[in-house]
């Protein structure tokens, strides 16, 4: 089993900047690969970014330039810097696990940026 803890969300304004961190605990060993997904009010949840074992990156293409993911895979953490950052990029923001088994959510971190 894999718990995920999100923190670092919060109101911010358009242009600024936030750091989110999940941190992971359990059965780490089996993670395979991180990732943040977002969704926002009467949207699909959408991928953000992710990242695996071997260091392969993914972003989404509205993000990419702004945001970056980065994992201490020892440590089963993975952050999600966000700068320039957009009305649209108001959500909900979830970290992801990927196991052998399953997928693994944590709770969500609110991400408010103002107008």
């Known amino acids: 089993q894999v718990q995920l803890v999100e923190s670092g969300g919060g109101l911010v304004q358009a242009g600024g900047s936030l750091r989110l961190s999940c941190s992971a605990s359990?059965?780490?060993?089996?993670?395979?690969?991180m990732a943040w997904y977002r969704q926002a009010p009467g949207e699909q949840r959408e991928l953000v970014a992710r990242v695996t074992n071997g260091g392969s990156l993914i972003y989404e293409d509205y993000v990419k330039g702004r945001f970056t993911i980065s994992r201490d895979n020892a440590k089963g953490t993975v952050y999600l810097q966000m700068n320039s950052l957009k009305p649209e990029d108001t959500a909900v923001y979830y970290c992801?696990?990927?196991?052998?088994?399953?997928?693994?959510w944590g709770q969500g971190t609110q991400v408010t940026v103002s107008s």
């Open positions: 992801n696990a990927v196991s052998a088994w399953r997928d693994y």
């Open positions: 359990g059965s780490i060993n089996s993670i395979r690969a």
